[in-house]
């Protein structure tokens, strides 16, 4: 099992930034992808970014140019440097991670508890 804990939300102003980070934590295991997904009251859980082990990246319309998503393969970390929010912004950004386990191949498709990120206007 790989274990996901975010942090890093909170209550910003719009035009604010934030930074999320998530670190994953387990036995054996490589991480193909590591993105970051958020959820609005009465919407969708849906795409913010994601990014490859090799660096490449992946953003939704919503955020390009104002987000940027990067990783640690060292320290199994993801990270979302979030700029210029605005209202629309707010939700609960979820983390995940997909890859595999050295041991047998298995796969895994894990997910954070949540932060909850709160702009005001």
């Known amino acids: 099992q790989v274990r996901l804990v975010e942090s890093g939300g909170g209550l910003v102003q719009a035009g604010g930034s934030l930074r999320l980070s998530c670190a994953a934590s387990?036995?054996?295991?490589?991480?193909?992808?590591m993105g970051w997904y958020r959820q609005a009251p009465g919407k969708q859980r849906e795409l913010v970014a994601t990014i490859g082990s090799g660096g490449s990246t992946n953003y939704a319309d919503s955020v390009k140019g104002r987000f940027t998503i990067s990783r640690d393969n060292a320290r199994s970390t993801v990270y979302l440097q979030m700029n210029s929010l605005k209202t629309e912004d707010t939700a609960a950004y979820y983390c995940?991670?997909?890859?595999?386990?050295?041991?047998?191949?298995?796969?895994?498709?894990?997910w954070g508890q949540g932060t909850q990120v709160t702009i005001s206007s």
């Open positions: 995940n991670a997909r890859g595999f386990f050295y041991s047998d191949g298995t796969s895994f498709d894990s």
């Open positions: 387990g036995s054996a295991f490589s991480i193909a992808v």
